[in-house]
């Protein structure tokens, strides 16, 4: 098989998120069941400050909490595993001619396939509670491809910057803390002052999810501009990343 | 084919590494140059023609694991430029692409998807991959009760499944036991009656002697000589 072809990187890529996971759960005993546990121990944390104790009055609350959690959770913990994984590869990295763009998407993919499952759960839970899809539904297989290559730019922006500042790792965390407030994840957008949304709508989470509730829950079909709109945040996020990682990460690892 | 034309690597020696932001904007303040050049390479030209077999010496610290990392494409030149057709497969560090905690055959899989082999195409080897290191016993067991030999007969075997064109080997044949070696040299010699090209680095001056077609005679990122083993050697024990 040659290099640089598609069949390497997605050999490569299949490979390495495969070693990743068995690697990630060796030795615990619920393993892979972790990955789901988490969101939904999330939801019934937020569900029952925000329901009982706050009172957030949004029709359907658990339904609307877990779609946002579940799109957040693949944009934190997908950027979070994508900024250790080129440092846990240092050492292969500066020996084997191996891609780093591969070691990152791979550390991506499997973050996106407990998204996958979650939402695969999410839709059990939302049938079984009598909720119905309408044909706009189908939007979310938009939305889900605009998440991939939304946490795949965020992750190559980032990397470069933790590979030269090792205390990124936790100006990261806090920027993470503060922007799931700044997301309508457990709470609504209409809830945002109106002098703030101009800035507040910028965020491309907050437009996946709050267009992705629409969807699916609200069977509305969103405003074609704002989805274009959305469309190109990506994907500047997703070049811009890309290129930035492609100039300089050799350079990086090299000085590790 | 291997070309290289005026190749200079240049590393910056950090006098001393500032990691964290803090201490990066401390040095911006101070104004100072926080490292120094060191040239690793000095203008290197040369050419390596297809089918031969080069052997590459110099004392520790001369340059050779880092020409082999900048002809395998890990790291970039600083300067110059280097042509290699055909597929190249360097071989710098044994073991390395190897995970501790897989078992010998998942670290197959993995390592041959790097250096680019499909898994069915290693499920096909895989008996003939683990003959070869000796290991056949052990496939199961994970790497790190592995001892470093059958660690380094492992990922030598492995490499030379991906049938290269070009091989790049940097002084493996120090690991390995005196019945492992002679394995080593018939494979390289097979090689090069197939026309492929070999390049390794070693301070085993015996075995280049007896192999090499020429070697390259490092010296502090210069290149003192290209030439016939016998001529070079006795450079090398000048020096």
Known sequence: ?256 | MIEVKNLTKIYRIPHERHNTLFEVLIGYIKHQMDWEPFCALDNLTFKINQGEIIGLIGKNGSGKTTLLKILSGITPPTKGTYTVKGSVAPFLSLGIGFHHELTAKENLFLYGAIIGISRKKIEKQLKAILDFAEVERFQDMKLKNFSSGMQARLAFSMMIQSNPNILLVDEILAVGDKDFRPKCISVFQRYKKEGKTVVFASHDLKTIREYCDKVILLHKGKMLAFDKPENVIKRYEEI
């Open chain 1, 1 to 256: 098989m040659k290099k640089n072809t598609f069949s390497y990187y997605y050999n490569l890529i299949r490979e390495l998120s495969w070693a990743d996971f068995k690697l990630k759960y060796y030795g615990s005993i619920l393993g892979l069941f972790w990955s789901f546990l988490k969101p939904f121990l999330m939801l019934l944390i937020l569900y029952t400050v925000f329901n009982y104790f706050l009172k957030a009055g949004i029709k359907n609350y658990h339904i609307y909490l877990l779609l946002g959690i579940a799109i957040w959770n693949f944009f934190a913990d997908g950027t979070k595993s994508s900024l250790q994984s080129i440092l846990s590869k240092k050492n292969i990295l500066q020996k084997i001619n191996l891609s780093p763009t591969a070691v990152v998407i791979s550390a991506i993919v499997h973050s996106f396939w407990t998204f996958i499952i979650t939402l695969i759960i999410f839709f059990i839970l939302f049938f079984f509670l009598g909720f119905t899809l309408d044909l706009n539904a189908i939007l979310l297989l938009y939305f889900i491809f605009l998440s991939f290559f939304l946490v795949l730019g965020v992750s190559f922006l980032i990397t470069p910057l933790y590979m030269k500042f090792k205390d990124f790792e936790h100006i990261w965390d806090v920027f993470l803390q503060m922007l799931f407030w700044a997301t309508p994840i457990v709470y609504s957008q209409a809830n945002v002052p109106q002098k703030f949304l101009r800035w507040y709508m910028l965020n491309p989470v907050t437009r996946i999810i709050a267009d992705a509730r629409d969807t699916v829950i609200y069977h509305s079909f969103p405003d074609l501009k704002q989805l274009f709109f959305t469309t190109i945040i990506v994907l500047v996020i997703f070049i811009t990343g890309f290129l930035i990682f492609k100039k300089y990460s050799r350079q990086l690892i090299e000085n590790l």
